[in-house]
């Protein structure tokens, strides 16, 4: 059995996109398929088939993807065989989990639907879902060819979060849970593994903290349980350490801070409750690779 993280995507350039955690595929065909059978990917892959037929095997379970269907990989999972059509147009969208967990608003919603897409991966989409998908895919694909930009960055990964709550729509849709969509889970689904209900309370926790709370024990206590117990759940769940998610909110926080913000360096290290700005200083430099003051400046000269 073969593993592939995302990293290995990378490898064969057979990207029309790609952006840390995100990476595009227009033309399926350019793939070598034989080599992505028996395998487990490390990452989620969102399949758009525009024409034709994809035939593929994922835990023992066989489906026919034809024209104007959406299949959704889950990490983790068996990939046995895999067939294509000769006249097949199929787009693929894949992502690490970063990308959803990067994005703490997105993430609210996504783990609400993980266990339903894992059992029910293929949706026939009707005609109007089918041109929204579609048009938000080439809007992605024409905004990914405008070339380096000031805000090409921001815009791609906006769109994207677009696409991915479009597609929680249609999925929605498809539980009757129109009603309850914009609400938070219900825990008390004995189905949901408690490492699963541990992981989301501290994902809401840190969507609520901003990047100003960055210990694991702090977090623990909220949640009345061990940071031992903490990290093994939140390991379990999504493979990387809390301390990793911590971090990566407050960077997130940082960025939007230099970037957009008129505060100066002092007030963000303030509001961030960062014990000095020295200390801030050098976490900034340890996770951006420059002072706050040069990434501030660094992307002025971008615009």
């Not at 994809?54 to 835990?59: A, F, R, Y």
């Not at 693929?92 to 639907?113: C, E, G, M, P, T």
């Not at 709550?165 to 219900?186: K, W």
Request: aromatic residues 10%; hydrophobic residues 40%; negative net charge.
């Amino acid at each position: 059995m073969r593993h592939i993280d995302f990293d290995d995507l990378w490898k064969d350039h057979l990207f029309d996109y790609k952006d840390g955690d995100l990476l595009v595929i227009d033309d399926i065909t350019r793939l070598n398929l034989s080599d992505y059978e028996n395998t487990k990917l490390a990452f989620v892959m969102a399949v758009l088939c525009v024409e034709g037929r994809l035939q593929v095997v994922v835990e023992d379970r066989e489906y026919r993807i034809g024209g104007g269907d959406f299949f959704v990989y889950m990490p983790g999972q068996v990939i046995g065989e895999i067939l294509l059509s000769q006249n097949a147009d199929v787009k693929v969208i894949a992502f690490a989990q970063r990308a959803i967990d990067s994005s703490l608003y997105l993430h609210k919603f996504v783990w609400q639907n993980m266990e339903y897409v894992k059992e029910h991966p293929l949706f026939t989409l009707s005609e109007r879902e089918r041109q929204g998908l579609s048009h938000y895919y080439q809007l992605l694909m024409n905004k990914t060819q405008d070339g380096e930009g000031s805000f090409q960055h921001d815009v791609v990964r906006l769109l994207f979060q677009a696409m991915i709550l479009e597609f929680q729509m249609f999925v929605d849709r498809r539980r009757g849970d129109i009603a309850e969509s914009d609400s938070m889970p219900r825990e008390k689904d004995s189905s949901v593994r408690q490492s699963t209900l541990v992981y989301r309370r501290f994902m809401s926790l840190l969507a609520e903290s901003n990047g100003r709370v960055r210990n694991v024990s702090v977090f623990a206590n909220m949640l009345n349980i061990t940071p031992k117990y903490l990290s093994k759940c939140v390991k379990d769940e999504s493979g990387r350490p809390p301390l990793d998610l911590i971090h990566e909110t407050t960077v997130g926080t940082i960025r939007q801070q230099l970037r957009y913000s008129n505060k100066t360096i002092k007030e963000i290290c303030t509001e961030l409750d960062f014990p000095s700005l020295s200390f801030f200083g050098k976490f900034v430099r340890e996770h951006l690779g420059m002072s706050p003051t040069e990434f501030r400046q660094k992307k002025l000269e971008e615009w």
